[in-house]
């Protein structure tokens, strides 16, 4: 990432390399400090005011394009509410503190005191500059952009081989959530703030669901991308998993029970305790599509009881009352 960002950073940078990249009010960066001061982790203060600087399309292109953003190995997350989350739970597990690259505030925003690490470089950008890095027309609810490092905690098993589902940091689970082909970010972000809510151990993403690093999965995550496990696989390494943990699959069926299978288990309080002490995976589908054949076929469907005249319930919202009633009994 550093190799990226250097040439973006040091456009209008004077011959003399030693020396700080200086750019004039055309929008370059100002006061940005050499690779000898980056190495010695001194503190960059920087401003911003032209949409046409390379790295304010840098900025964009992370927020727009899922490829971009593996390839980089960063994401843009809007807003300093989820940053501030993601800070406080690095800073409450331990975590490295040097996931969050580049802070950009609003000008005349003083820098937050969670941010006074010498890791992270301070920008600060214009009203015009924070509207096109944001993609949001009003700035008013909008002071901060970060650039933040995909935590290692997403695992991307796809082209792997069945048998190598399992990165260094996966650990014993117990719930875990699996999105089936859900395409809608802000349903993906809401059911990621859901499951680490209510204290489920990993969420599965299925080909076909959305990337969770998607500006619009973010803002409704509310830094919960950042915070639960994901892993990005195929039923393949979805069902080696679950046989390894012993897991029971069980589908959230999208239908109204009073029109459904009589195979189809009713969601009731005494249904989740005789589940509560078993391991769990849960899969959710789509709401246009719903459940895959794979799921249908491998799991004990179950519903939730509502009034004879609905169909159906969105996907989050269903996603939350299941989370919240299967959730591991030690929560209840």
């Not at 001061?37 to 001194?42: A, M, N, P, V, Y």
């Not at 695992?155 to 990165?167: N, Q, R, S, T, W």
């Not at 012993?246 to 189809?264: D, T, V």
């Not at 989050?316 to 989370?323: H, K, M, P, W």
């Amino acid at each position: 990432m550093a190799s990226l960002l250097q040439p973006l950073l040091c456009v209008t940078a004077p011959a003399d390399a030693g020396r700080n990249c200086t750019g004039g009010d055309n929008g370059g960066l100002n006061e940005l400090s050499s690779a000898e001061g980056l190495r010695k982790k001194k503190l960059v203060t920087t401003r911003l005011s032209s949409t046409s600087n390379p790295f304010v399309k840098h900025c964009v292109k992370l927020r727009l394009s899922s490829s971009y953003r593996r390839s980089c190995g960063y994401a843009l997350v809007v807003g300093l509410i989820p940053i501030m989350e993601v800070r406080r739970f690095q800073e409450l597990n331990n975590e490295e503190l040097s996931s969050i690259q580049y802070l950009l505030l609003l000008d005349g925003m003083e820098r937050p005191e969670l941010f006074n690490l010498p890791s992270t470089s301070i920008v600060h950008v214009s009203p015009h500059v924070m509207k096109k890095l944001s993609g949001v027309q009003s700035v008013d609810s909008t002071e901060a952009v970060a650039i933040m490092k995909i935590p290692r905690s997403f695992y991307d098993m796809l082209g792997e081989h069945k048998e190598a589902v399992y990165p260094s940091w996966f650990r014993l689970p117990n719930r875990i959530l699996v999105l089936d082909g859900i395409q809608d970010p802000g349903n993906v972000g809401t059911l990621l703030r859901s499951s680490l809510a209510f204290k489920w151990d990993l969420v599965f993403l299925l080909p076909g669901c959305c990337d969770p690093f998607n500006e619009k999965a973010l803002r409704a995550a509310r830094g919960a991308s950042f915070q639960i496990p994901i892993i990005y696989g195929n039923w393949l390494h979805l069902e080696a998993l679950a046989s390894r943990f012993q897991m029971k699959m069980l589908a959230g069926h999208p239908e109204n029970y009073a029109e459904a299978s009589s195979q189809i288990s009713l969601l009731s309080a005494k249904l989740a305790k005789s589940l509560a002490n078993r391991p769990l995976c849960l899969v959710l589908g789509s709401e246009g599509h719903g459940l895959s054949l794979e799921a249908l076929q491998s799991c004990e469907l179950i519903g939730i009881p509502m009034a004879g005249m609905f169909e159906s319930l969105n996907v989050s919202v269903a996603g939350g009352i299941f989370l919240y009633m299967l959730q591991p009994e030690k929560y209840r």
